[in-house]
């Protein structure tokens, strides 16, 4: 069908119409948008104009403010300062005031602690002086003290050079010597115990000891002490070794004197040796020091060194023996009275069991009593009370006496050596009952 053209037209108009209208509108709208933006850029540059006026406001305001606050602040620190100061001021002079008043208290403390010391200090510087003058006295009187020992040693050295008296400072120290060791009723030193060799040459020991059995020991006690004496007042040590030298050789030439005299072959039962007694350890010290082989010399001599602490030793040791002997000879005097007591104690026990064996007997004859009362007498008593006849004393019982005989069993006895017996210088078991 074929549509007209009017018809066909009417479609394209409305449509450009259409267009056109929305063009408009279109255009409108950008206007007004642009008007909008437009007013929008006069309100924000009057808003920002009008808060940058009100900003210059604000600061010119702040800056009054600060102003005045740091002036009102000035003020008020001012104010502070001069407060604080004055109460600074006062709090520091209450503080001096309180620091004075704690450093007086304190001074007067320290003096009341300072002034016993002082007191003290000068107590101490009087005793110091009076001390200090009296260590001067006593020094001067050690110092003569000194000088009187310098003299008496000068003495007793030149003393002891002479034979008789250094003979008599031996036999001293030797008795000393008896008595430590406890030896002086087995020592005979106050006669000397003489005695002559086969040649008539006469033996005069200083002491001789007695050894349990009847031996004899000899002591010589002659030692020359030049020597040692010498070495002591030597100048140099060249003089002092050579005296000591001379000493050792004298105290070897004193052992062969005293070895030639053979005292064991003058004393009946001696033993075969004879003590050579120097009165001191430093002698032997000094004597050894230059001749080591003094000993060997001596022992091949038949002689023995002893100085006061190994005499000592040596006597004691025959004083054990002699005590060990006094208990042997006591053995059989001891052993007598043993038996005696023994025979004694047995008639005493004798007697004993008679008086046992009697009082058995009467307790028996006291039991049939008591039994005949009890049997015979009491009944008879006891029909009394019933039949009131009785008085006014109870009647008592008699009761029979028990006897329990006991046997007296001896200890046992304790297992104890047999005690010793000496016969013919030999110690022997002493046979009990012998």
């Keep these: 069908m074929r549509v007209p053209y009017n018809a066909r037209v009417e479609p394209l108009s409305i449509a450009l119409l259409v267009v056109a209208a929305v063009a408009c509108l279109a255009a409108y709208l950008g206007w007004r948008r642009a008007m909008l933006a ?3 850029v006069r309100d924000e540059r009057g808003r920002r104009e009008l808060a940058e006026a009100r900003l210059s ?5 702040e800056q009054r403010s600060r102003e005045a606050f740091e002036a009102l602040a000035a003020r008020a620190l001012h104010a502070q300062g001069e407060q604080f100061l004055a109460l600074a001021e006062q709090r520091l002079n209450a503080q001096q005031v ?11 403390d320290v003096d009341a602690l300072v002034k016993p010391i002082g007191e003290a200090l000068a107590k101490t ?22 000088a009187d020992f310098q003299m008496q040693a000068t003495k007793l050295a030149d003393a ?10 031996g036999e001293v120290q030797l008795q000393r010597v008896v008595e430590l060791a406890g030896m002086r009723d087995w020592c005979d030193f106050s006669t000397q115990a003489n005695t002559r060799s086969s040649e008539g040459q006469l033996l005069k020991p200083d002491l001789v000891v007695k050894l349990p059995n009847g031996r004899l020991l000899a002591v010589d ?7 040692y004496l010498d070495a002591l007042e030597a100048p140099d040590p060249a003089a002092r070794d050579a005296a000591f030298a001379r000493f050792a050789e004298n105290v070897v030439e004193q052992v062969t004197r005293l070895s030639s005299r053979q005292y064991w072959a003058n004393f009946p039962q001696s033993p075969e040796l004879v003590v050579m007694f120097v009165p001191g350890d430093q002698f032997i010290d000094a004597a050894l020091q230059y001749k080591p082989e003094l000993v060997d010399i001596a022992a091949q001599k038949n002689i023995v060194l002893a100085s006061p ?7 004691r040791a025959v004083a054990l023996g002699w005590r060990e002997r006094t208990v042997s000879d006591s053995a059989a005097e001891l052993l007598k009275y043993g038996q005696q007591l023994h025979e004694r104690s047995a008639k005493v026990l004798e007697y004993a069991s008679k008086v046992g064996e009697h009082l058995r007997r009467s307790v028996d004859s006291y039991n049939e009593f008591a039994t005949s009362i009890d049997a015979r007498l009491m009944p008879t008593l006891r029909r009394f009370e019933e039949l009131g006849a009785k008085s006014a004393k109870a009647l008592a019982n008699v009761e029979q006496v028990e006897l329990l005989p006991k046997r007296i069993e001896s200890a046992s006895d304790e297992l104890t050596p047999a005690p010793r017996r000496v016969s013919e210088g030999r110690d022997e078991p002493a046979e009990l009952g012998s």
């Design 38 to 40: 437009a007013a929008e």
């Design 125 to 146: 510087r009087e005793e110091l002086s009076r001390l200090e003058k009296a260590r001067e006295g006593a020094y001067q009187g050690l110092t003569r003290q000194v």
């Design 160 to 169: 002891l050079r002479r034979p008789n008296v250094r003979g008599r400072y």
């Design 57 to 61: 406001d604000s600061e010119r305001g």
């Design 309 to 315: 602490a190994t005499l000592i030793g040596l006597l």
């Design 98 to 108: 309180r620091a004075e008043a704690s450093i007086r208290k304190e001074r007067d």
């Design 221 to 227: 006690a002659k030692c020359s002490l030049d020597g």
